[in-house]
């Protein structure tokens, strides 16, 4: 890993020194252009490799078996599919699998439909103290999780939802809708106005031009920010490792955390249930792609 | 476009009163949530950093005890090293490499989409199993790395790289490497492709090569985005948690110990004997908050007097 990617800048000045003058008689543009190019493939596939290998790695060990883990070579001499069963029972893996799901669903519905409202309504009408309201939302974004993760604990034991999933869904909603409220106004803002005008000069009223006119417009956005939400929701494991304490109720990250301890010989097990957890994120990310991408993106450059 | 005429109840109000009553329903529900579960839960932050509390009965007001403390704490200080140590490192190697990465795969190759599927995979998997998954690798006696480096004989740089007081910072780096730099180089491309081809085509006609067309023409036009990358870069490093949490809990003897793990551990873990500082545990998010607040406004004044 390491080695792979300190290659790039090595690599990235190999064809600069190489037209010496051992290279003068036969170096031609096209020699040169050709050991370029090698270089550059060369270099493309080894830091992709090193940078899958850990997953192929992984999906590989979970389908040994599990006297013959260590040793030999990395493609196993004999395919089992025992270790996801053991996962399936011993972990109880449906359950927590379910629960996950459950919870990220209901995240995600609440946050996408209260977040397209919202920037809807920042981007496009005009209220008093709008923009007083839309900094104050936003400049909370860069809080660090844990400087209100103990608040928000004190906070669900006052409500007497601490330990329950609906205590859960609650916070991964609150905290969650500032950013996509942001990702959905930015959407928002790329429709022209007149739009609306012209309805109003119709005489449709504002509700109506939502969600008749504007919504199905902003389709591709309300989709990049389902996906964003349900890619947090599904990954995210400091909430929920801290305010839920009952293991029936526990989504996959915090179990997955445990497993290290509890099946630490039992390898194949352990990436059978890391290969079932990050199944849904890759399947719905090699789908789809580039609102995945517009998404972290657009996520990063928020500021 | 079908538009539907409606005349509700609210048609007696002026258009403009009308527009804003609608625009506070619209942004209502978020502000309640908003409310209850970020800004309430902010200030009362604020007040717990200036408080001394256990978790039982009232918290007692102790105006800069906490904050006192902490200059006074050597566990702190380390933690603060080793906070820094680990921003400015992934700081550097992960806008660096991202760049060049990107760079690199600006230039026309045969299936540029299946590198950038690859390279970004890691970016959309959680922490969790990031970390576990990099434990097994780097687990002593039958963790594929010291597995891979007996194999090719290299037995002596076979490591304990969890356990190791001066190696467990830099194998932290490097996963944080392996699943971010996706991610980065996939803005620095976004900025990339933006850049206007006619200024490479002009740089080429004055002859510069391709190291020189890099340094004048990528590396300028880029400064907003890498910008942007180094912030992110930044904020994320101060405000680590997840990765190191599960990896190694600041272990081994606090060698990995960074300010979010530390307070972790004063609120909801085992440290000061089993009784929680929330407290001094606040304190120290402040700090955490506030180095994040100086460097987004650092950039801000950047970028500003940048354009």
Redesign the interface.
Known sequence: ??TA?TQ??AG?AR??SRPGPAWHSASTMRTRRRIWRST??L???A??AA??F??V??VL?SVRRRDT??GGGIIPDEITFDAYQRSWSQLDYPSHFLTTLVITTITVAVVVA??T??G???AK????F?NL?YV??LS?L???????????F??LRSLHLLGTRQGLI??Y???S??FA?FLMRAFFTTLPDELIQ???A???????I?R??MLPLAAPGVATVVIFQF?TT?????YAQ?FLQNPDYLPL??V??T??GQYSTD?PL??AS?TM??LP??LV??RM?RR??AG??LG??K? | ????????P?AVLR??S???????I??A???A??A???????L??LY?SLSEWSGFGEPRFVGLDNFQFMVGDPVFWKAVGTTFMFTAATTILQT??PL??AV??N?R?RGTV??R?????????????T???????YEPN?G?LN?ALRTVGLDGLAQPWLADPHLVVPALI?VS??QS????M??FL?GLQGIDPTLYEAARIDGA???QQFRRVTVPTLRTVTG?VV??NL?NG??T??LI??MTGGGPNRASEVL?TY??GL??GNESGGTPS?GY??AI??V??VL??IV?LA?LRISRRAS
């Not at chain 2, 476009?1 to 509700?8: E, F, L, Q």
């Not at chain 2, 599927?117 to 199993?129: D, E, H, Y």
């Open positions: 890993m390491t990617d790039v800048p990235r064809p600069r550059g493939y270099l493309l596939i830091i992709s940078t899958v850990p997953f790695w992984m060990t883990v260590f209260l977040a409202l919202g809807y309504a920042f009408l005009r209220f008093p709008r309201l104050i939302l909370t860069m809080l660090p999780v844990t400087a209100i993760i103990l608040p928000l004190l906070q609650l916070v909603i609150g905290t809708l500032p409220m012209a309805a109003r119709d005489g449709a009223g504002e509700f109506t939502f008749k006119i890619m599904w990954n995210e494991f400091l801290t990250q915090p997955l955390y497993i290290v390898w352990m990436c890391l957890s990050v994120i890759v990310y090699m792609q995945f991408v972290l993106t990063a450059v500021s | 476009m079908s538009i539907v005429r409606a005349a509700g609210g258009p403009r009308r527009e804003a009553v609608i625009g506070y619209f942004i529900p978020i502000v949530f908003f209850v579960f970020v800004g309430y839960p902010f009362r932050s717990l660096v490499l060049l990465l690199l795969m230039c190759w299946i590198y599927t690859l390279l970004f995979v890691p970016a959309v998997i959680s922490f969790v199993v970390g576990v998954l990099w434990q097994l690798i039958l594929t597995e490097v490497l392996w730099a996706g991610l980065y996939l803005i976004a090569g391709p190291v942007v912030l992110l904020i101060f405000k948690f997840d949490y599960v979010g307070l972790y609120a909801f929330f545990a606040t998010s402040m955490i908050f994040c607040m987004t950039q």
